[in-house]
T-cell receptor, first 113, second 111 residues
Framework: NAGVTQTPKFQVLKTGQSMTLQCAQD?????MSWYRQDPGMGLRLIHY???????DQGEVPNGYNVSRSTTEDFPLRLLSAAPSQTSVYFC????????????FGNGTRLTVT | GENVEQHPSTLSVQEGDSAVIKCTYS??????FPWYKQELGKRPQLIID?????GEKKDQRIAVTLNKTAKHFSLHITETQPEDSAVYFC??????????FGTGTSLTVIP
C-alpha cells in the first residue's frame, strides 16, 4: 500500500493564480482532511470529508475548495492564490473509528509570491 | 469545534533525562488523543495514542496519561536520546471525527 500520496511536493505560484493539490489514499478510508502547517501555529484543519460526496469546512476554509467524487481522491483547490496561503499543506486520512489515527501524506510546500 | 492548547512550545533536556509535554482540550465529547512526532521536512508520524476510556498507556520509553475530568493529557518520554529531538504535536478527535492539533513542542535533547 502506498498510503496517502500527495502531489506536487513543491509549488511556487504568483498571486492570483489557481492550482489544485492532489491527494489520494489506497487504504479505503472514509475520512479525509486537509491541513495547513505554519510556524508556531501547528496543524490547522482546512476542509474535511466523511465520505464520497460529502465535504465540510474546518477552521480555516477561506480561499480553498474541495470535492470528494471518489473514496480515494480528495483534491484541494486554491481559487486565487494569496501570499497568506504560503504554507505546507498536508492531506490525511483515517477510518474515523476506534483508535484509528490520521495517516498523513508527505506534504506540499507552497510559496505564493 | 475543539481547542487544543499545548505547553511548552520549546523544551531542552539533557540526554537521559525525562521530558514532559502537556495538552488541554475544550470539548468534553472528544474521545481519542494521538501524539505525533515530526522531524524536519517530514510528515507527522504517530508515536502513541490513548482513548478516552483509558487513563494511561505506555510503550517502552513513551507514556501518555489522560485526565478526562480536567480535560488534559500529557506525553512522557523517559531516558531521552538525541534521536528524540523533533517537534511533537498532541491532537484531540471530537465526536464528529475531526482532529484538532496543539501548536507543537520543539524538543531538543542535548548529548
Amino acid at each position: 500500500n502506498a498510503g496517502v500520496t500527495q502531489t506536487p511536493k513543491f509549488q511556487v505560484l504568483k498571486t492570483g493564480q489557481s492550482m489544485t493539490l492532489q491527494c489520494a489514499q489506497d487504504m479505503n478510508h472514509e475520512y479525509m482532511s486537509w491541513y495547513r502547517q505554519d510556524p508556531g501555529m501547528g496543524l490547522r484543519l482546512i476542509h474535511y470529508s466523511v465520505g464520497a460526496g460529502i465535504t465540510d469546512q474546518g477552521e480555516v476554509p477561506n480561499g480553498y475548495n474541495v470535492s470528494r467524487s471518489t473514496t480515494e481522491d480528495f483534491p484541494l483547490r486554491l481559487l486565487s492564490a494569496a501570499p497568506s496561503q504560503t504554507s505546507v499543506y498536508f492531506c490525511a486520512s483515517t477510518t474515523g473509528r476506534g483508535s484509528s489515527p490520521l495517516h498523513f501524506g508527505n506534504g506540499t510546500r507552497l510559496t505564493v509570491t | 469545534g475543539e481547542n487544543v492548547e499545548q505547553h511548552p512550545s520549546t523544551l531542552s533536556v539533557q540526554e537521559g533525562d525525562s521530558a514532559v509535554i502537556k495538552c488541554t482540550y475544550s470539548d468534553s465529547a472528544s474521545n481519542y488523543f494521538p501524539w505525533y512526532k515530526q522531524e524536519l521536512g517530514k510528515r507527522p508520524q504517530l508515536i502513541i495514542d490513548i482513548r478516552s476510556n483509558v487513563g494511561e498507556k505506555k510503550d517502552q520509553r513513551i507514556a501518555v496519561t489522560l485526565n478526562k475530568t480536567a480535560k488534559h493529557f500529557s506525553l512522557h518520554i523517559t531516558e531521552t536520546q538525541p534521536e528524540d529531538s523533533a517537534v511533537y504535536f498532541c491532537a484531540a478527535r471530537n465526536a464528529g471525527n475531526q482532529f484538532y492539533f496543539g501548536t507543537g513542542t520543539s524538543l531538543t535533547v542535548i548529548p
